[in-house]
T-cell receptor, first 113, second 113 residues
Framework: DAGITQSPRHKVTETGTPVTLRCHQT?????MYWYRQDPGHGLRLIHY???????DKGEVSDGYSVSRSKTEDFLLTLESATSSQTSVYFC????????????FGPGTRLTVL | AQSVAQPEDQVNVAEGNPLTVKCTYS??????LFWYVQYPNRGLQFLLK??????LVKGSYGFEAEFNKSQTSFHLKKPSALVSDSALYFC???????????FGKGTRLSVIA
């Protein structure tokens, strides 16, 4: 999966608890993305980063925050998890050139009870 | 705003027959189009892309896609389907610059032996 790891790979948590998902890359790519995948919705962009400390919102950013203090790490935080945030979360990276593809991590399956 | 439509949730094809997975798009400028495949419990894998030039693009695993500007389509094709091609396929588009990819909702391909 192109030098991208996600942790944890599976997590079960309870409503109202904070959750942080980590994406780590070894490709030194400038851009990093967080998506969620849900049946019938495909992939929807949550947040993305175009450099250290530079982030922007995606289509479904409500309830999520992100941080990027190092090129290689991009964290996604659910401040107070809700059942509607049960999903599979994918991290992706790209070098930022518009003609180049994004590479995806293996995903994190999050269940909020 | 850019958007992608995959009109078929499911496509069934017999092994050895040709397959087509449809994709139409909408962008304000020049489209940059991508196809990805997702196998069960895996992240997305890049198949092919159209940036400019020849309208017929060849990619991994014998897949190809035809860019049709007048019909704003980018259909994925393969001359002879394999059972191992059974997976979820996503079309994605960006309209240039460093905008994130926008994904369709996915089409599940089932190749029957």
């Amino acid at each position: 999966d192109a030098g991208i790891t996600q942790s944890p790979r599976h997590k079960v948590t309870e409503t109202g608890t904070p959750v942080t998902l980590r994406c780590h890359q070894t490709e030194n790519h400038r851009y990093m993305y967080w998506y969620r995948q849900d049946p019938g919705h495909g992939l929807r962009l949550i947040h993305y980063s175009y450099g250290v400390k530079d982030t922007d919102k995606g289509e479904v950013s409500d309830g999520y925050s992100v941080s990027r203090s190092k090129t290689e790490d991009f964290l996604l935080t659910l401040e107070s998890a809700t059942s509607s945030q049960t999903s599979v979360y994918f991290c992706a990276i790209s070098d930022g050139e518009f003609y180049n593809e994004q590479f995806f991590g293996p995903g994190t399956r999050l269940t909020v009870l | 705003a850019q958007s992608v439509a995959q009109p078929e949730d499911q496509v069934n094809v017999a092994e050895g027959n040709p397959l087509t997975v449809k994709c139409t798009y909408s962008v304000s400028g020049n489209p940059y189009l991508f196809w990805y495949v997702q196998y069960p419990n895996r992240g997305l894998q890049f198949l092919l892309k159209y940036i400019t030039g020849d309208n017929l693009v060849k990619g991994s695993y014998g897949f190809e896609a035809e860019f049709n500007k007048s019909q704003t389509s980018f259909h994925l094709k393969k001359p002879s389907a394999l059972v191992s091609d059974s997976a979820l396929y996503f079309c994605a588009v960006r309209d240039g610059g460093n905008t994130p990819l926008v994904f369709g909702k996915g089409t599940r391909l089932s190749v029957i032996a």
